[in-house]
């Protein structure tokens, strides 16, 4: 597998034509814990995407090696009022989860195909998303079952502000982190 992936650009108005791909690798991705955690299944993901999709300033980057998508990465800008630090459980000053719908991109998803795992491919589809966010900050939450995976986005620049179980059913327990976005151009 290649690092010199191609990455494309899609916005809220390509949703509809992009979203079987992202189901496709997604179910890929996540097969084996579908099988075992109903968090993870792909009509629960779905569901998921559509909510995420509808929202004004929904961006995705998709990588391509050739014509095969090898992973993706989408978020959009969180609205005054988020729900998004409903289920913070650690104390936080509320100035740092206060909202305006400009301050802060969620990235929702960041996921690679097993093949091009290990190859550099999240951390581009991660930049390219970020790259030309015009936000002060980004969140994600990171599943605690998963320390690679968090201690990989530390290694990136994000820091944990705590702990956060979102109100969804099943959902589990997860590290809510930030990173500061330069000023895009």
Do not use: N
Not at 29 to 58: C, I, K, M, N
Not at 71 to 86: E, F, V
Not at 94 to 120: C, F, H, N
């Amino acid at each position: 597998m290649t690092t010199g992936i191609a990455i494309r650009h899609y916005t809220g108005d390509q949703a509809p034509a992009l979203r079987p791909l992202l189901l496709d690798v997604y179910t890929e991705v996540y097969a084996e814990a579908a099988r075992t955690d109903p968090f993870a299944s792909p009509d629960r993901f779905a569901e998921g995407l559509d909510h995420w999709t509808a929202r004004p300033g929904w961006s995705c980057v998709v990588g391509y090696d050739g014509d095969q998508p090898v992973g993706y990465a989408y978020g959009a800008p969180l609205p005054p009022r988020s729900r998004w630090w409903g289920g913070l459980l650690t104390q936080v000053p509320a100035d740092t989860i206060t909202e305006t719908g400009t301050r802060t991109y969620a990235l929702s998803e960041l996921m690679v195909r097993t093949p091009w795992r290990k190859t550099g491919t999240a951390r581009q589809l991660h930049s390219a998303l970020l790259a030309t966010r015009r936000e002060e900050r980004a969140t994600l939450l990171v599943d605690q079952a998963h320390p690679k995976v968090h201690a990989l986005y530390g290694s990136w620049g994000w820091t944990t502000i705590g702990d956060l179980r979102p109100r969804l059913p099943g959902a589990p327990l997860f590290h809510a982190m930030l990173l500061g976005l330069p000023v895009a151009p």
